[in-house]
């Protein structure tokens, strides 16, 4: 069985603003490093195979904690699994976004087109999904079948990875909450309807409570 832990990076100020960060490269403010190091502490005697990252600051910066305490591990990074790309609207809150694009949220809101909008010199989700897809299944290919595997990763990455491997359907990958330094994996584990992938753990913020429960 092929575990596929997916870790979102803690804190920045574009978060607690609500901005449509994407690729603008944000370091994790100081809540978010606060978040990293109880992350760390909460993972560091768990057992992982490979360790991959975007290579995104603030990605990274939420990998440091844990990596301090396992020097066993290297950490291999990637601009496949940066956030979605919003192009020249990266950094402007979603309200205001909504204010000036009032036409493009009305067709992503659309479920019929709107997997294939964008905003302006951005990706369509489609188009983030197919490039985070591709590195999922690539990474897991590479490994035994048996493997587990730690990314450190973005929210909307996350949702793409996780929709694409267990079949969701790609409109529905919003309805999937990913917290800062939030954990979720999933399983290749067969079911009695098919051989796919389960998600087996969601947004696990239990560390943030003060708490380093191992499992």
């Known amino acids: 069985m092929t575990i ?3 870790v979102r990076h803690g804190e920045t100020d574009g978060n607690a603003f609500n901005l449509a960060q994407g ?4 370091p994790l403010n100081e809540q978010g ?8 502490q909460r993972l560091k005697t768990w057992h992982f195979d490979a360790v991959y990252s975007s290579d995104s600051s603030r990605a990274l910066q939420t990998a440091e904690p844990l990596m301090e305490h396992r020097p066993d591990l290297e950490i291999s990074t990637t601009p496949a699994i940066r956030e979605k790309h919003y192009g020249d609207c990266e950094n402007y809150s979603w309200q205001q976004l909504r204010d000036e694009h009032s036409d493009i949220f009305a067709k992503i809101l659309n479920p019929e087109i709107g997997s294939d909008v964008r905003f302006p010199g951005g990706e369509t989700d489609r188009e983030h999904m197919d490039r985070v897809a ?3 299944r690539e990474i897991i290919e590479k490994h035994e079948e048996d493997a587990t595997i730690l990314v450190f990763s973005h929210g ?8 694409h491997m267990c079949n969701l359907r790609l409109e529905d990958k919003w ?4 917290d800062n330094t939030g954990i979720s994996s999933i ?9 796919g992938w389960q998600i087996e ?3 696990d913020t239990y560390h943030l409570n003060g708490f380093s429960h191992p499992v």
Request: net charge positive; no cysteine.
């Open 175 to 178: 309805r999937l909450r990913t």
């Open 201 to 203: 753990r969601w947004n």
């Open 23 to 26: 690729h603008h490269d944000a």
């Open 156 to 163: 909307g990455s996350i949702k793409a990875a996780a929709a």
């Open 4 to 6: 596929l832990y997916l």
């Open 134 to 136: 591709r590195f999922t």
């Open 187 to 195: 399983i290749s584990e067969p079911t009695w309807r098919d051989d």
């Open 33 to 40: 490093r606060a978040q990293a190091q109880l992350l760390g």
